[in-house]
């Protein structure tokens, strides 16, 4: 399975970017899917996360309220990011995993074995 993500840039603080992470390869469908972010001399953190079943949606609390992952029947999944903080500032990966329960986000990045070549995001406060 292949990923590509898109929609990064540079935006101001307060303002909101798009994330998409085009999937092709093997079915969608089995696949649970995440964001995770990473800065300089950082380790990679979960971010947002959609299950196999599509039903649970997970966020980082960081993010809850300001962040929405959803994925359409095009093989797409998106992270609209709105209200962006200087401190969003980051490269941006998108990730899946076959291997997760059905209706479980799993956040640790050793359970995701596909990766997307990461967007960088930058926010000026």
């Known amino acids: 399975v292949q990923l590509q993500a898109s929609g990064g840039g540079l935006e101001q603080a307060g303002g909101s970017l798009r994330l998409s992470c085009a999937v092709s390869g093997r079915t969608f469908e089995n696949y649970a899917m995440s964001w995770f972010r990473q800065g300089p001399g950082e380790e990679r953190e979960f971010v947002a996360g959609i299950s196999r079943s599509g039903r649970k949606i997970a966020y980082e609390n960081s993010v809850k309220g300001r962040f929405t992952a959803s994925s359409d029947a095009k093989n797409t999944v998106y992270l609209q990011m709105n209200s962006l903080k200087s401190e969003d500032t980051d490269i941006y990966y998108c990730?899946?995993?076959?291997?997760?329960?059905?209706?479980?986000?799993?956040?640790?990045?050793?359970?995701?074995?596909?990766w997307g070549q990461g967007t960088q995001v930058t926010v000026s406060s």
């Open positions: 990730a899946a995993s076959l291997g997760t329960p059905w209706d479980s986000v799993r956040a640790d990045v050793r359970e995701y074995a596909y």
